[in-house]
């Protein structure tokens, strides 16, 4: 199964800190691992939300905010695409990561795959 990991920000990823030398090494042997594990598809680390946009479309008009969102409660500062066997697998790997970075949030969430549709949906 795939499942996406969304790693909260916080004041230091909105800030556009970016991480220590040993931070970065620490994170590196990490990704290192857990891609030759066949875990990891895709990660990356976002940018802060000072330099992105918000694009709504409600009632047939289009608006398009500039960041920084400090309005959001919670924004995404990476994510991570797994391949696993089992959620209980996405949460070994993710604890291990927090663990790497000392402290912080993370939300794991399945993608649909074409076995979560019936024959019938997946004709439409």
Request: proline letters at 5%; one cysteine or more; a negative charge.
């Amino acid at each position: 199964m795939r499942i996406m990991g969304l790693l909260k920000a916080d004041k230091h990823s909105e800030a556009g800190a970016p991480p220590s030398m040993e931070m970065m090494q620490r994170m590196g042997t990490f990704v290192e691992e857990i891609t030759k594990a066949g875990v990891m598809l895709s990660t990356d680390g976002l940018t802060p939300t000072s330099k992105g946009k918000r694009v709504r479309l409600s009632d047939g008009k289009v608006t398009v905010t500039d960041g920084p969102f400090t309005e959001s409660k919670e924004l995404i500062a990476s994510y991570a695409l797994f391949q696993v066997k089992t959620m209980d697998e996405a949460v070994k790997w993710t604890t291990r990561f927090l663990e790497v970075l000392g402290e912080g949030e993370c939300e794991l969430r399945p993608l649909f795959e074409a076995s979560d549709f019936s024959p019938e949906e997946t004709k439409r």
